[in-house]
């Protein structure tokens, strides 16, 4: 294999995360190449894998928040350098308390911003999924 281009930040493979199903891919949770940060869509799930606001999508959105503000910090970055965000949320009656949750986290940031209703998500629990991209600023 080739060297990376890229750092990978928490580096997991889906067997361990995904153990109810039967997948064997080597993922991470942000990437960063160059002084661009790739963050995985977040959810309601912190790092030691324990699901926040079950059945609440304003919960998991701001569990989902909190993952990509370590995220960002662990690759350099913080949320004030968030370019674009996508949402996807299974309902349509989710919207308002999700985006009053990201709302809050990125007052006075103006991303530009993706928002979609998906008819299910990679669990059933999950009502909300939020991944970004950053930059990082020049020194």
């Keep these: 294999m ?12 889906t067997k361990d995360t995904y ?15 160059g002084n661009t940060v790739y963050v995985r869509g ?15 999508a304003g919960l998991q959105a701001e569990q989902a928040m909190k993952n990509i503000q370590q995220l960002l910090a662990e690759a350099g970055s913080d949320l004030s350098h968030i370019v674009k965000t996508t949402t996807y ?8 308390a999700v985006y ?12 530009i911003s993706t928002g979609l209703v998906v008819s299910a998500l990679a ?17």
């Excluded at 080739?2 to 493979?13: A, E, G, K, V």
């Excluded at 153990?19 to 190449?33: E, G, I, S, Y």
């Excluded at 009053?100 to 991303?111: A, E, I, N, S």
Aim: hydrophobic share 40%; net charge negative.
């Design 100 to 111: 009053q949750v990201t709302g809050k986290w990125l007052r006075g940031v103006f991303p």
């Design 19 to 33: 153990p109810n199903q039967t997948l064997d891919n080597d993922l991470c949770q942000a990437v960063r190449a």
């Design 2 to 13: 080739s060297q990376p281009t890229h750092t990978r930040i928490r580096m997991f493979n």
């Design 123 to 139: 669990q059933p629990q999950w009502l909300v999924e939020i991944d970004v991209i950053a930059v990082i600023p020049e020194a």
């Design 42 to 56: 977040q959810v309601g799930t912190d790092f030691a894998g324990n699901l926040v606001g079950l059945g609440d």
């Design 89 to 96: 949320i299974i309902d349509p009656r989710y919207r308002e």
